[in-house]
């Protein structure tokens, strides 16, 4: 019998002393809990998102020394830490195994992630399966590459990430040619809703089977350089039997999970599945609630700023910081959390209404009835709640304009003008309070919005995080209305019973987004074969005639592909956003295109 583990970290591009600490941390705990061989995430020495960092000499260099530090405390253990190794001018991706405080080698990433959100071959180079070297660091020589360990009775390897979603490439078919009795994966494997249980499945579960093994899989934690977020999985199984799962998601700085694990008889082995399986609506919001957490514990924001303006967008904003300092508080311990935000308050609400400051910003086209759903939902979490009317501002810009062209504006000759001046309005004022309070002001657009450029840029587009642009309007919608029964948030209600409208324009208009688009239920479907699936007009007509009316189907998607050409200018400027589900559109992430192009003539021109 033998106990074996997983320890998850929550760090920081090249702070090497929070990334030290939470290793070493790590390591104590495990020591205490009687763990002989334990496997730390991919990269957890510098983390993950250094991005063109990892080009530089300096950087390896100094992930060795820490690397070195770190094995003072390795007494009476095996640990695997991955770090960034620069080889003649060419960076790998390692995972270096140390075993009582020797180093036995590194093993190299063989597979390198290329696709939706990851760029790995821009700074890595993959490793050569069966090469083995020997290379010196500092003062030490070691052997790397493709190397398998035997420590403990016995054999174990090393699939990095990629290489155990590779199927037919997968390094684990000749590690069990090898007789391998073990396989780490140590992963930087971002969050997206459901793909934690695809995780398990596929790479772990599969893998033990495939291989005939223990299988071990450890994720980094937590929102570590902005956009994307880590679930901190770690998943043990042994021969298709899935021994031990931890909790998901956390706000701790580390975790480490054991398992005592019989190699001989398989049946003998410890079984302890905690297992906190999620639907998509709870690991959603416990995903961004991690991800503001660290969002403003390590960018030392005094919290955050947030236009409310009653609508669905920048309700699910505040309703996330809410849960944000529930879900913290709780886990960690009240002291503890307000120590990380630096919080003076006795109840959650009273810490809410510190974290979160927002505004009202109304003009003479706003309704009584969003105005009472931003106020009675800002009452109901304790957040700061200001209001004002703008239509000052509006006036006197229409006036200069109108000065300037000789004539007078018209909702029938100037109509988006005229909605933009208002949405832009509120920007300079709402700027202003995030500068005041030393805040990071959060802007509320959406993943439909983005695909048709349903914003302002430089009004409600404004601010410097954008934590619900990975999601789309009826997934948003659904998610409230789940949030005020499922989390009690009842100051959602009058939220939920308003239809989604700009107010932009004259309330007799009576504007609405769909009437402005089509049908989001529509417009999801059009995004998921036009943008996911990156089919034609004519192949995204084809998928969904058979439910829809052939004119009406057809002028929905020439609007679609119109609007989405004719904005991408806009998606370059969006602020940075989360990465939360199978894709998003934010061009610095996962979905590339030009901002000028034919915007699909010839292509529509088809559809007839």
Not at 41 to 65: H, I, K, N
Not at 235 to 259: T, Y
Not at 284 to 298: F, P, S
Not at 532 to 544: D, I, N, T
């Amino acid at each position: 019998m033998l106990k074996i583990g997983g320890a998850t970290v929550n760090q920081i591009p090249f702070d090497w002393t929070n990334n030290t600490s939470n290793i070493i941390g790590a390591i104590e705990d495990a020591r205490k809990q009687g763990v002989k061989i334990l496997c730390f995430p991919e990269l957890c020495v510098t983390g993950y998102g250094c991005e063109d960092l990892f080009l530089s000499d300096w950087v390896s260099e100094r992930a060795w020394q820490e690397v070195l530090k770190i094995r003072n405390h390795c007494e009476d253990i095996t640990i695997c830490i991955g770090l960034p190794v620069r080889l003649h001018g060419i960076t790998y991706n390692g995972s270096c195994v140390i075993r009582n405080k020797k180093i036995l080698g590194i093993t190299f990433k063989q597979n390198l992630a290329r696709d939706g959100v990851h760029y790995e071959p821009r700074w890595f180079d993959p490793w050569i399966p069966n090469r083995i070297v020997e290379i010196t660091l500092g003062d030490e020589t070691i052997q790397a590459g493709d190397l398998i360990y035997e420590t403990e009775g016995i054999t174990f390897g090393f699939e990095i990430c990629e290489d155990g979603w590779r199927r037919s490439y997968r390094p684990g078919y000749r590690l069990k040619e090898r007789g391998v009795d073990l396989i780490f994966n140590p992963s930087a494997s971002h969050f997206a809703m459901g793909k934690s249980q695809l995780r398990e499945q596929e790479v772990v579960l599969d893998g033990s089977v495939t291989f005939d093994c223990v299988y071990l899989f450890v994720n980094l934690l937590g929102n570590e350089a902005g956009r994307m977020i880590y679930d901190g999985d770690i998943i043990i199984a042994q021969k298709g039997k899935l021994l031990a799962v931890n909790k998901r998601l956390s706000f701790k700085s580390f975790q480490v999970l054991a398992s005592t694990v019989d190699f001989k008889e398989p049946g003998n082995s410890e079984v302890t599945p905690s297992h906190d399986t999620k639907d998509k609506n709870e690991e959603l919001v416990q995903a961004v609630a991690l991800g503001l957490y660290d969002y403003a514990r390590k960018s030392k924001a005094k919290g955050f700023v947030l236009s409310l303006s009653g609508g669905a967008d920048s309700s699910c904003c505040a309703v996330f910081v809410a849960e944000m300092v529930k879900r913290a508080s709780t886990e960690l311990g009240w002291d503890k959390f307000c120590e990380a935000l630096n919080v003076q308050a006795i109840r959650w609400q009273e810490a809410v209404g510190q974290l979160l400051t927002c505004a009202y910003q109304g003009t003479r086209n706003s309704s009584s009835q969003t105005f009472h759903a931003a106020k009675s939902l800002a009452d109901s979490i304790g957040a700061g709640f200001h209001h004002w009317l703008i239509d000052d501002e509006v006036t006197s810009y229409s006036h200069k304009i109108e000065q300037a062209i000789g004539r007078k504006l018209t909702w029938e000759e100037d109509d988006v003008t005229m909605q933009n001046i208002q949405a832009r309005s509120r920007s300079p004022i709402i700027w202003m309070l995030a500068n005041v309070k030393r805040a990071v002001l959060l802007t509320t657009s959406n993943r439909s919005e983005g695909d048709v450029g349903y914003a302002t840029m430089d009004g409600d587009t404004s601010g410097s995080l954008a934590p619900i642009a990975g999601l789309s309007k009826i997934f948003i919608l659904q998610w409230l209305r789940w949030a005020e029964s499922n989390l009690q948030h009842t100051g959602l209600n009058a939220v939920n019973n308003l239809q989604p409208t700009a107010e932009l324009r004259p309330q007799e208009r009576n504007q609405t987004d769909e009437d402005d688009l089509m049908p989001y239920t529509v417009l999801a479907e059009i995004e998921r074969y036009a943008i996911q699936e990156r089919r034609s007009p004519l192949q995204v007509y084809e998928r969904m005639k058979a439910h829809h009316q052939e004119a009406l189907l057809k002028n929905w998607i020439r609007k679609f592909y119109r609007l989405w050409s004719a904005n991408q200018w806009k998606r370059e400027r969006l602020a940075p956003s989360f990465h939360l589900d199978d894709l998003n559109v934010d061009p610095r992430t996962w979905c590339r295109f030009p901002i000028l192009s034919s915007a699909f003539r010839e292509e529509l021109e088809l559809l007839g």
